[in-house]
């Protein structure tokens, strides 16, 4: 028994043991922090492989705690001595494959097995937008800001830079922005998100108007030629978003003197955080009409004078005010000879913008908000018409973004406009007959009303390959006293890498001009127009090569329009049916830069005379721009553009009455819009020289010849006094040579 | 109880000890960055000297292993900018793509060191870094635009930075003359950094590299300006100060002569 005692005793103590032992083993084996001190160095060894199974050479493969480490050989394997014990985290890397790291207990006590996966092609995230293009230093531009002033002929107008792009008609030779067949008024222009009521300047006559900004003045446009976001209201046709400049980098003066004016600007950096710039213009056509010998068409050739700023201070990281303000006037005097009169026609305008923003970025939600005024006045004088017309925009806005997370992201906004318009004149009772003393139709409007949008918008992006955008606004205007709501759907898939197919739906309204609504020629009761955007489309986007073609079918209701006679004309209806197309794409071998854009269109809208469904007057059916760069070792810049177009349509007079009482002959008028002005074509030159004169500075001079084929492209026609002859109206621009030269001198 | 039964008490006792006595496991952070950084440092500069190109791909991976250990230290990517850049120029000449995907890595870097905690020497090699990966007339524009910000931030962090003023050199020797740049212009600069570098004593550590590259590149810009004894001179100038320099005894010493 004793014995059995003891074997008892000696089994318990067995099992005692074993249980310590096992303990022991299990301290031993729990982790502990690697130790660099009086330890015996341990190999660390493994291989790595594809997830094939093939060996994968080159791997670095360290320990993350002590960078020790080693690349693998050709067979995969890696080897190397750590003095490290306890646990430790192995991190394996190699270009083209997704890090793996893998916690290890050290000393190891056998080889690791590593499988590395390749990392998917990165992807940037998809930006490509239905008929939407950027221009200037923003992401994905398809013209940097250099490419706008290169631009032959755009004269550094970033507007008549956007003219090259497809979905633009050729209507003038104007700055507006005629998009996929609406009015120019269909064009929304914002800048720093605030409605700039009047972007042009000497915009009398489309043939001679110009855009307020330069091409320094802006970091940049985003341009949507349809199918835009729910962010944006109140515009039928497009918008063109413009963002002013950010703070200076450097502190300089800058001088540009040319043939047609000459203009000045400070620019401060005031510190890391605030800079300051200002420019003064003044434009004077004067020598330019000389050289062309139009001198005598005026009274008072086309000038103007600006003076615009702006500022940056960012208060904080993500927080920002940026201020921008804007002040032109402009006068011309031209003669024109109309069956009815013959005379001075004058106009003087004035225009002003301020505006100011700010962001607040919470790194994550972010709030970005604006407030702004925009100004313009115009006195227009004609034989019987008079017209003295003030505009005010006065806005505020806030718009905050909320990203969601797993690609998607919230926004939401809203804004308030109030809108006031006085208007004083006198027009012909008769359109023909507006010789002095002419029966006219005197009126004295003042026409005031606010507009109240709201939107909220969706995006989502499941992956890098696939963006979908819901949105939804509704508005409110005094004016027509009615809400609209505007859904809005649009969507971008990479189908291949460098493939992306977009397709857009929207509604779109857009509150008619305000003196539309002036009781005696206009009518109070007139809805918001409206529109209605089907848009598809692809995009081939190589780096060297962007090719993109869009589809796109575009309805319109409730159009409101003047006549010939100015009576407001409500209820007009209209379509319009195109395909545009754009290639941009870099010759390595001849060094070429070059783009090129075709548009095609039908359209047909409610012709405000007859009350018929017509084509419309901007319903250019073919629009052809091909612009070349060359550049020459960094000093020397050329472009080539070439623009051809459809004629315009237009009605034409057929025959004419004689009006004994007032002793002039009344036109009778044609098929509305049945006849086309001629194929329009205009080919430009320039030449850019860009020298440094002293440390930091650049001068460029720049050359260009201005329809340099000297062709007469008919803008129009006017007719005798019995309209029995019909007279064309040649461009504004025969062959013109406009050249001058700008520099900067920091301080 | 027995003694096997104490024992076994007190291995227990002392597992229970020994587990819930463990320390957090250690990470990365126990490592002391400002040592690797001034490792990376030193070796960078060996590399340098002695034209290793093998030493210099060991300190490029060990400065990619310390940017993963140490993601928020501005010197760790600063070096690893930097040593990118440095091996991109001899690549150029033998493989262009893989040079320009350097310097685009070491923009990268030199960014992020920049956001994190800028120093004049990042911004003056990110402008060198911008401009290197001109290699069209179109990139001439912008790159050049930003680049000529990178050297005026440099510029307005260092104004007495010999280093800045180095790459402000070998910037001016590479840049036409119309555009500011010159041979003559590269010796002002040059010149000037030399003199600088007489009292330039960094703290460790940041950058120190430099001063035997100047005189080199003051030898090279003596010899394009036909000066071939004051070339000479600043050889040997670099020598003194790095004996051994490879660049400058086995490539420009021997080149004077042809």
């Known amino acids: 028994m004793p014995n059995r005692k003891i074997s008892r005793e000696r089994r318990r103590g067995e099992v005692v043991i074993r249980v310590a032992t096992v303990c022991l083993v299990v301290v031993a084996a729990s982790p502990s922090p690697p130790s660099l001190a009086g330890q015996e160095p341990s190999t660390v060894t493994g291989s790595v492989r594809d997830l094939a199974g093939r060996p994968l050479p080159g791997v670095d493969a360290f320990l993350l705690e002590t960078l020790e480490g080693a690349p693998t050989d050709s067979a995969g394997v890696f080897r190397f001595t750590s003095t490290a014990r306890g646990s430790a985290t192995l991190v394996v890397q190699h270009t083209g494959y997704l890090e793996v790291r893998r916690i290890l207990a050290l000393p190891l006590t056998g080889p690791v097995s590593i499988a590395m996966q390749p990392a998917p092609v990165t992807l940037e995230a998809i930006t490509v937008e239905s008929g939407t293009y950027r221009l200037g230093n923003l992401p994905d531009v398809a013209l940097d800001e250099l490419e706008v002033v290169y631009t032959p002929g755009a ?48 915009d009398t006559d489309r043939t001679i108007s110009f855009g ?47 043939i047609g004016g000459l203009s000045a600007g400070l620019h401060l950096d005031l510190s890391e955080s605030a800079g300051l710039r200002l420019t003064a213009t003044r434009t004077d056509t004067g020598l330019l009409m000389r050289m062309t010998g139009r001198r005598d068409e005026f009274d008072a050739v086309p000038r103007s004078s600006d003076l615009s700023g702006g500022g940056q201070w960012m208060y904080r990281d993500g927080g920002s005010l940026k201020a921008f303000g804007l002040f032109q006037t402009d006068q011309v005097g031209v003669r024109i000879d109309d069956p009815g009169h013959s005379g001075i026609y004058r106009s003087d305008g004035r225009a002003d913008l301020f505006s100011l923003a700010g962001l607040e970025d919470f790194g994550g939600p972010s709030l970005s908000w604006g407030l702004a005024t925009s100004g313009s006045r115009k006195d227009e004088d004609f034989g019987a018409f008079r017209l003295e017309r003030e505009d005010r925009l006065t806005q505020a806005r806030a718009r905050v973004d909320v990203p969601l997370g797993r690609g998607a992201s919230l926004a939401a906004g809203t804004e308030v406009e109030h809108r006031t318009a006085d208007l004083t004149g006198s027009i012909p009772t008769r359109s023909h007959d507006n010789a002095p003393g002419a029966s006219t139709t005197v009126f004295s409007g003042d026409e005031s009303g606010t507009r109240l949008g709201s939107f909220g918008e969706i995006e989502l992006q499941p992956s890098n390959a696939l963006r979908l955008l819901a949105g939804l606004r509704a508005d409110r205007s005094t004016f027509t006293g009615r809400v609209t709501v505007d859904p809005r759907l649009s969507s971008s898939w990479r189908a291949a890498e460098h493939l992306t197919l977009t397709a857009a739906w929207g509604i779109f309204h857009q509150v008619p001009d305000p003196l539309l609504f002036e009781p005696t020629l206009g009518d109070p009761a007139l809805p918001a127009m409206s529109a209605r955007h ?96 060359r550049g020459f070792g960094g000093w020397l810049e050329t472009g080539v553009a070439y623009r051809a177009a459809t004629g315009v349509p237009f009605t034409p007079v057929h025959s004419a009455a004689f009006d004994p009482e007032r002793d002039l002959w009344q036109p009778i008028y044609g098929t509305p819009m049945s006849e086309r002005l001629p194929t329009y074509t205009r080919l430009d030159l320039s030449a850019t020289v860009l020298r440094s004169l002293w440390a930091d500075n650049l001068t460029v001079f720049f050359v260009s010849i201005m329809n340099s084929l000297d062709r007469s492209n008919v803008r129009g026609y006017r007719y005798s006094a019995d309209y029995s002859e019909r007279i064309p109206l040649k461009t504004p621009f025969p062959r013109t040579i406009y050249f001058g030269v700008t520099t900067n001198l920091p301080f | 109880m027995s003694f096997l039964q104490r024992l076994a008490a007190a291995s227990a006792v002392l597992a229970t000890t020994l587990i819930t006595a463990t320390p957090p496991t250690l990470t990365a952070q126990d490592l002391d960055s400002a040592a ?181 590149w003051l030898g090279q810009t003596h010899a394009a300006l036909g000066k071939t004894d004051e070339a000479r001179a600043a050889y040997d100038r670099a020598l003194e100060v790095a004996p051994g320099y490879a660049w400058v005894r086995d490539v420009l010493i021997p080149g004077l002569g042809r």
């Open chain 1, 212 to 258: 307020r900004f330069d091409p320094f003045q802006l970091r940049g446009i985003q341009f949507s030629a349809g199918g835009f976001g729910a962010e944006y209201g109140d515009a039928l046709s497009a918008i063109a978003d413009l963002e002013s400049v950010d703070k200076p980098a450097e502190s300089e003066l800058g001088v540009t003197a040319a």
């Open chain 1, 534 to 629: 089907l848009i598809g489309g692809a995009t081939w986007e190589d780096g060297a090569r962007l090719i993109r073609i869009e589809a796109y079918r575009k309805g319109y209701g409730s159009l409101a329009a003047r006549n010939r006679d100015g009576i407001a004309r409500a209820g007009g209806t209209g379509a319009a049916t195109g395909v545009d197309l754009f290639v941009k794409e870099e010759f390595a071998l001849l060094g070429l830069d070059g783009r090129m854009a075709y548009s095609f269109i039908r359209s047909e809208r409610t012709d405000p005379d007859s009350g018929e469904l017509a084509p419309s007057p901007f319903d250019v059916t073919h629009t052809f721009n091909v612009v070349l760069n």
């Open chain 2, 36 to 216: 690797i950084a001034e490792r990376l440092r030193t070796g960078l500069h060996k590399a340098q000297i002695t034209g290793d190109g093998e030493a210099m791909g060991q300190m490029i991976t060990l400065a990619r292993r310390a940017v993963t250990a140490f993601p928020d230290h501005a010197l760790v990517s600063h070096y690893l900018g930097y040593a990118l850049y440095r091996l991109a120029g001899p690549t150029m000449e033998t493989d262009m793509d893989g040079a320009l995907a350097m310097l685009a890595e070491a923009q990268s870097f030199l960014e992020r060191s920049i956001e994190i905690e800028p120093i004049a020497e990042s911004h003056a090699l990110l402008s060198s870094a911008l401009g290197m990966q001109m290699v069209s007339e179109a990139d001439a524009m912008t790159l050049g635009m930003q680049s000529g910000i990178e050297m005026g931030r440099a510029r307005a962090l260092g104004p007495r930075n010999p280093r800045v003023r180095l790459l402000e050199g070998i910037s001016a020797f590479h840049t036409p003359e119309m555009w500011g740049g010159g041979h003559k212009a590269a010796l002002g600069h040059l010149q000037a950094a030399i003199e600088l570098f007489a009292d330039d004593e960094p703290e460790t550590p940041l950058p120190a590299w430099g001063h035997a590259e100047a005189h080199a």
């Open chain 1, 155 to 202: 004269a550094a107008d970033p507007f008549r830079a956007i003219q090259t792009f497809p979905g633009l008609q050729s209507v003038g030779e104007g700055a507006g922005l005629f998009v996929r067949g609406g009015d120019l008024s269909e064009t929304r222009v914002l800048l720093d998100g605030a409605t700039v009521l009047s972007p042009f300047r000497l």
